[in-house]
């Protein structure tokens, strides 16, 4: 047999992925995708038009705004779902705050808090399967969830009563007020959504390309001045050239140093790239070694 | 570049953890704040060295108890091939997690300890491998550095296993001495065993053949989404979606849909990329046929003259995957391709010792992790093939109504 008939690296991720969308699409009456505007959603949002293409995306898709926002990240998010002429939902913790819904931590972050939020919003609109953009090669826990992952009524995962999962085989079946989050991307790495971005030639936010910032150093990585994110007396400020890798709540997500601005000059920096993403970039994940089991327990993505 | 899926099992101290680990450090597919993190908790724990088997180790309890619970997933790749692992814990309860594991792996990586030779375990993981027809099996015994890389050792372990290895209906069976601890045999060749010719554990995980196991001869496309966009554009646009699983479709194909048996010609193979000349298995695609013909999710369109069983009575060999027993006369639901359906246990023809494959025939039920063969008749046909000559058309999952979870994986014999 022939070469031929062997799959790509991206184009088997590919397959697998647009798979696991049409599944659930055919399977579930209420789907939303989460979209934040980031790197991983975005790939998210192409593999989910490849899969229904020529017919639009058939579910909306929801942000949990954290209200500590990157402007370049909510525009493009504004742009992109009106692009294409998808419902865009936003979940509010802002809002959620004045209502007195959630508390805000002392320490102002707003990661834990916003788990709530999508709990309420999923409840609210009965969605029913949630997909995610979050990779196995993220988190040690991550590592170990289900392409489709069950969450009880509390939206909680339980690392020890996963359903197993064979072939491409999966078990869509709820209780009302169980769901299901979904995620396409599990066997993708860092370096394969790069790859991705570059074939489709995708659109990113800015920030996710080295330009010069205001900077301060706080344990170890380097933070933009921003509303959010104010330098203490001790921490100096300076300026940088940078770019984030990943963009999640403004006032937890580092910037790294870095002279990549095409997205070529991205991939050679991923693949040669000694720290993983999240350890260099996010201040929520380096807490505890079981942060991110933690926070999943409670409802998190 | 392709991609090569392997599931790795071995007992509980066998050193499989530290084993992925090590192809993680070696292949520098382990990030500095990894290593820094799994310094630090090997120093907080006494450990006299770094503990590669804390790359692995996820989740709280199984830190604390120093045991894997689930299937995890582990990334690394090199020039040659992207490599996607299974890691499945090896203790007795979590047989259901080899299983999930197993279902897509290209190559099962077996390891046993040079001290201890063959365990229960290690035939017990050989035979759920060829049971889920796993393609390529490698046996990798290890701690070769505390038998003095002894030639003898590895000679018996390789004797008793080959032997074992007869009973059972192995593909492609390759054994090689190793250390993960101190990376003999991992990446290169060991200078430790000079008497050991065959490819290192990595050498041979980047060149094995893979691009032949899949079914490239019967074709089968099961129907999984129609697309028929809401647009004035595409107004009579009628697609059929779905991942090929088996076989290589080309438009101009003159195809049968089951069960309709109605037949038509493939007018073209789709993707968001534009038409494609053909299809093959594992590939998502769109196929629009030239008839208007009722097709809906859950068909298989297949040749007129390859074309699976359909049937409603499916003989299996089930692995029971649940803390409440199988017995006959249980309903439950049974997803297969992309039709889900009902199924009754008819009948138990017997359980199998998984260790000894003594066949059990007075058994009455099958518990937690046990493999029996069983008779099921199902509500609608199902269109099977046998599971050995195609995964994806002869692999089902059985889901317990009340409680939705998944509690059995069945693997077709035959469907009459």
């Known amino acids: 047999m022939t070469r031929r008939y062997q799959l790509t690296q991206l184009e088997a991720l590919e397959s697998e ?54 402007p370049e990240v909510l525009a493009f998010r504004d742009r992109r779902a009106a692009e294409l002429d ?51 090669d993220e988190d040690k826990a991550r590592a170990k969830e289900r392409i489709f992952s069950f969450r009880d009524e509390f939206g909680q995962w339980d690392p020890k009563n996963q359903r197993p999962e064979l072939w491409n085989l999966y078990n869509s079946r709820v209780h009302l007020g169980e769901s299901i989050r979904v995620f396409p991307l ?33 344990n170890g990585m380097l933070f933009a001045v921003n509303e959010f994110c104010v330098p203490r007396p001790s921490e100096p400020t300076f300026t940088a050239t940078v770019r984030y890798r990943t963009v999640g709540d403004a006032s937890l997500t580092a910037a790294v140093r870095s002279d990549a601005d095409t997205v070529e000059k991205v991939v050679a920096e991923v693949a040669g790239t000694r720290i993983t993403e999240r350890g260099a970039t996010r201040g929520d994940d380096k807490f505890s070694e079981a942060a991110m089991e933690d926070r999943k327990r409670e409802g998190y993505f | 570049m392709d991609i090569l899926r392997l599931a790795t099992a071995g007992s509980v101290d066998d050193g499989k953890s530290t084993l992925i680990g090590r192809l993680l450090y070696d292949t520098k597919s382990v990030f500095t704040d990894q290593i820094e993190s799994v310094e630090r908790a090997s120093r907080d724990r006494g ?54 594991g197993a279902s897509t792996a290209d190559l099962a990586l077996i390891l046993v300890d040079a001290r201890k030779g063959l365990l229960e375990q290690s035939r017990r993981h050989a ?10 099996l490698m046996l990798c015994v290890n701690k070769m550095d505390l038998v003095g890389y002894s030639e003898d050792v590895f000679e018996t372990i390789r004797a008793e296993f080959t032997e074992f290895a007869a009973k059972l209906d192995i593909g492609d069976l390759t054994v090689v001495p190793v250390s993960a601890l101190l990376g003999d045999n991992i990446v290169t060749r060991s200078t430790a065993m000079p008497w050991y010719e065959g490819p290192s554990l990595l050498h041979h995980l980047e060149n094995v053949h893979v691009a032949s196991d899949r079914n490239l001869i019967d074709v089968r496309f099961p129907v999984q989404y129609v697309i028929r966009p809401q647009s ?13 699983a088996g076989g290589v479709l080309r438009a101009g194909d003159e195809v049968m849909v089951l069960p309709s048996g109605f037949t038509s010609t493939i007018r073209s193979i789709e993707t968001a990329d534009g038409e494609v000349e053909e299809a093959f298995a594992s590939m998502s695609v769109t196929i629009r046929l030239t008839d208007e013909i009722d097709i809906s999710r859950g068909d298989m369109i297949c040749r007129v003259n390859n074309a699976p069983s359909v049937s409603q009575d499916i003989d299996a060999m089930v692995c029971w995957m649940d803390d409440a027993p199988l017995r006959p006369g249980q309903k439950f639901a049974i997803k297969h391709t992309t039709r889900t359906s009902r199924a009754m246990v008819k009948d138990l023809q017997y359980r199998l010792d998984v260790n000894s494959l003594h066949r059990d025939l007075g058994a009455e039920y099958l518990g937690l992790n046990d493999i029996g063969r069983v008779r099921l008749r199902t509500t609608q046909p199902l269109l099977c093939d046998e599971y050995k000559r195609n995964r994806y058309t002869g692999g089902f999952v059985l889901i317990d109504e009340a409680t939705n979870r998944t509690v059995g994986a069945g693997m077709v014999n035959e469907a009459r």
């Open chain 1, 17 to 70: 992925a647009v798979h696991i969308f049409r599944e659930v699409a055919a399977e579930f009456e209420r789907p939303v995708l989460l979209f934040s505007g980031g790197k991983d959603s975005i790939v998210m949002l192409r593999l989910a038009q490849k899969a229904f293409h020529p017919a639009r995306i058939p579910f909306p898709v929801l942000h949990v705004d954290t209200g500590h926002n990157f």
């Open chain 1, 186 to 218: 599990s066997n993708w790495t860092e370096l394969d959504i790069w790859h991705y971005i570059a074939q489709e030639r995708l659109e990113l936010p800015s920030i996710y390309y080295a330009h010069e910032r205001t900077v301060f150093e706080r």
């Open chain 1, 86 to 136: 998808l419902q865009l939902l936003v979940a509010s913790v802002p809002d959620a705050l004045n209502r007195g819904f959630v508390q805000a931590p002392p320490d102002g972050t707003r990661n834990r808090i916003q788990t709530p939020v999508l709990l309420e919003a999923l409840d609210k609109h009965q969605f029913t399967a949630v997909f995610g953009g979050a990779r196995r």
């Open chain 2, 127 to 136: 035979f759920l491998s060829t049971l889920l027809h796993v393609p390529h």
């Open chain 2, 47 to 100: 450990d006299d060295y770094v503990n590669l088997a804390l790359l692995t180790d996820g989740l709280r309890a199984e830190r604390e108890q120093g045991i894997t619970i689930d299937v995890a997933y582990r990334y690394f790749a090199t020039p040659r091939r992207k490599f996607i692992v299974a890691d499945t814990p090896g203790h007795i309860q979590y047989t259901r997690n080899m299983v999930t």
């Open chain 2, 232 to 244: 004035d554009q595409y107004r009579d646009y009628r697609g059929y979606a779905g991942q090929v």
